[in-house]
């Protein structure tokens, strides 16, 4: 959606306008006043009949004409009584500063309710209640409680909370930070973060988007807008509180080893929106990614006039995986030639403690051409001889004139730099409190440059029998029961191209024989019961039986054992199978998230995946591309590649494997968690074997 | 070492004092003027007579009497000159600020060690060369041409860096922090980062030791004083760079495993030293340990006057593993009857956005006053009604009377919270930028107290063959063979205690038949070559054989294959050894880092070790609790336990194991890299076997 008629309005209304400083109404209204809005501004008060040079108005239909935006400061009991006079003269937005709803308990969620009845009604679009306000620098609107109109720039900022925003205000005022738009969306009763991310995503003036948001309300639809918009303007998000998904008994693997924080990763990861840890870690990236270039490669270059910092740097880039670029002979030659002979030409460029700006402005300007350079640090310490506010200059007018590359810049200190720092932020030149925090600003706009080129995203559709599988799900949730049998579970997986290993059940030892002596020898034999979830935990399977004798024993062993350990299991008998062939054993898994739906889960089998919680997950349907990357993402992808002459597996079976569970999770919505546990994969080209698996649907 | 003539000098000659601003020479003259020194000034420069009160000398013995200190700011060619006179004269302590000495090269390298000679035998400590100074602000000392002289405080500051020490004076300036001492060490001709720290530990002003270090010299005595005096003072240091082990070529398997960066972690770890990545990090902690007591538990409050911040400190909280508080029943009583009914009197306490100092007064001073109350962070954010600055005087004024908790603060924003900011520093409150610094914080803080609070190190002497490890070591040192054999490394760990597993050599089939006769089916067959380091990769190992004939099979596809895979390997034959119990496998390690000594290891036996790098490291000589802690290190720890039925293995045999290999390689200095991979570890009780051991040596 648009959000045209909160940024740019003709004509504001301020209802609950007041004279009297220090109260909220007061403060709105002088804020709009202040900053020079350009359309008119109609007080609202039935006490007052003019505030300061204002006319005020005893009502909204006083005014005699329609305003383009309402905002309301008002005690909460009366706001409906004024959306119903909104909706009699035709407003079409309001916001909703006054709190005193949702977030107090029923009886303000009773009032919301009503709020948003009449606005639905009415087509009013509602920002709030409980809300900051909106501020649109470009438009000289400052309707919000935040304090002074920010500098115009081209950051754009939504909030879930009003009061954190205000902090942020006051902290960018103090840093000369710039915003194109601010919108506090409070209880987001009718505007929510997936609108103002749309609006700001739309808006023209804003190149950075950057929020902070405690929940995400409609997961599906937010991860393809927001995945849409970072394509051309990066998101960069403060995420606090978890979801409830997190808190949610688990019965599957998958279930158990997705944390609180897991979807919300997945997410992001998927949506290439970039999460901040803090605010300062916001502007941070925000400052460099509204203000400079995107990097074409991943070289980076060090410029510093002392050693310490020089390593500093050097150490975070080795750190982050960055790279250290090695300059061109050319470059090297022009620095030799043009700098004091101690000076170091090699990266990172000393050019030493006496450096005045002129040798700043040479080696960034020499270092700008260098092939192998793609983004530029420079870093000053203020020493004896320094200037910082020339060599701030200097910096401003190379990358004025060579605006291809970013420069990012960061000059140690505070009084000795402060001048200087001024005239980076003016020239636009990121600016850094350390080293560390610069080379993690260019660290993230790698990430996000890689995810921007990543390439297009194509789901393969598998030919399966998806009927199949609807009888199944159907005939389970008629009957009410939750956890599909083990039989039918296969069933499932085979009509999703998976294979599972031949075997029946058995009910006596000399069944169990039977069986085996027509699978062929190695056979598996496993305890059959619906009431039992860990069979190996209560010693109800046995591997690597070679003869009639074994499996007898083997048989009554645990018809012997099982229900001395369990007795209250329902014991149908032991499942007789054919033993795999030889190889690794992986997990592939689905957990459903309430929000964001399913999230695939892959890490190596057997107990070790408990141990290492070595798992990757990523939100489904997935293509190739993401199910081999789900694979390389974990420790012991090494593992399946082959070490120390052990052959590889096929790892493409796995991917296949992967979107094939993802298709049936996406398919039938009903399924909520699954694990294939252990599926088995031998060498390249062999046919990977869906051991095991535990499925469990739900009525949606 | 005391550095007492450089902190308090009666007297303090400036060698190359000028009368020209910019000059060096002129800045510390100027700054220690400045500064209100009470002791003697005499400036040294033989082209003035007089430079601003100050009467100038020619030379130091025009002076007529002895200077305590001696700054010398001349070129550094005429500095050998100037420190035989300060000899010849008697001086005892001189700092150098001059650069152009071991750090531009070889020729400033000679020039260097003249001066230490002439130091040396006069009796001189030296600071410096090319660094920024001495300050010693109890005693208005302003040696240094870093600035003005910084507000009085307990940080005791060394740098190796004089430019970023300059830096940090100056941002310390800027946000008021104290320091008692500061110390640039320059080129530690002399007096290096151990002297600094010794004398930092000495001084009674010092509370909090902090500094920047690129290397550490005397690795042996750095650890053991730096561990001495974090018992007492916290150390805080960032360090650069690495060490040159981690680029040494490593034959073992812990050699390959200790990055760079291990030894330094190892040593900060035993010493309980707080690393800091940046200068904020290092200020941020420093303020708290400076200003703050101890905590005594783990229990973490959160007052706030908005939600977002406050979940975010609660977050963070949850993520550092620190304890989010349960507030007693009475607290919660006493803050529902005080404040108004929509606060929120769990933790985190909300007090609401309209909250004046009162209710912060309030809540802080029941809150210090709960039992499950160690450390209260009080956030707070700048709303239409917030009285930043007399909050920040309600919260000094409670913590000044109940001090016996840590409080800390984080007021969100920048100019509308400036003069609580103020108030708060000088409070002593350490004040945080975000939520997440001050929690970071807490983190460390938690850390280090664990870290004083460590049971006594006793490390156990076991009653050993030394003898014959010795003789044994030597021959093969007379041989100048530096890889010792299997054979004699199983006899180097049976003389340390070492139980390994029976076997012989054979070199024909039918011999190696006897062999395994004698020892008892099942055994195992080794390729028995001193060329051949990784059996297994060449298929040099084979387990599990049961049979004479499969003892034939085995003993005969090696002799025909592996010469074929190394044709220059040279093959005495197959070594036949008893099959180990089953157990778990485990790897016990040690490399000898140039530096620090020897670094022990352990990690999971197997291919799996070198995939997942799931090692810990730790200093020798170890302790018992500091080997169970380095199994407890690794994430396949609970492998160790048993995990889903399967029953763990003897920890404490590990345990001793790691010990009895610390004690040896601690013993023999010789011994540079040695593996014992794997131990083969069983159930508690019984004896874990030493299957496979690789030893390296060295003359030292």
Redesign the interface.
Known sequence: MSLERFFNPESVAIVGASRQP?K?GY?ILTNMVDAGYEGKIFPVNPKADKIGQLKCYGDLEAIGEVPELVIIVIPAKIVPAVMDQCAAIGVKAVIIIT?GFKE?GEQGRQLEQKVVQIAKQAGIRVIGPNCLGVVATTNKLNAS?G?DLPREGTIGYL??????L??IL??A???DIGFSKLVSIGNKADVDELDAIEALGQDPDTKVIAG?L?SIANGGAFVRQAERISQTKPILL?K???TEAGAKAASSHTGSLAGSETAYECVFERAGIIRC????AQFDFAQALANQPLPKGPGVAVIT?????G??AA?AIEQQGLVFAKLADETMTKLASNLPA?ANVHNPIDVL?DALADRYELALSVVLDDPNVDTVLVLL?????TASAATAEAIVKVANQKPNKPVLACF??????DEGIKILRKGNIPQY?????AVNTIKVIADYVRWRSRPKRVVKLFAVNRRKVQNLIERYLRAQSREIGEMESKEILEAYGFVTPKGSIATTAEQAVNTAEQLGYPVVLKIWSPDIL?K????GVKLGIGSAQEVRDAFDLMMYRIPGKLPNANILGVFVQQMCQKGKEVILGMHRDPHFGPLMMFGMGG??V???K?VSFYLAPITSDEAKQMLANT??Y??LQG????EGVDIDAIAEGLQRLSQLVTEFPQIQEMDINPLVVGPEGTTPIAVDARISVEQV
Do not use: C, W
Request: glycine content about 14%.
């Open positions: 220090g909220v403060e709190a107090i409680f304090g909030s879930q909370s009003g009061a954190l205000s902090a006051d902290m005022n103090a840093d902070y405690e403060m606090s509180g978890s840890d803090s605010i300062k006039n002392a050693g310490g910092p390593i500093m150490d101690p403690g310490t203020p020493q004896a001889m140690l200190g505070a009084r000795k730099v409190d350390s080293p560390e925090s860990h190996s935990d209560v010693g107990t070790m408990e141990v290492l070595d420790r012991t090494k593992i070490v120390r002459g052990e």
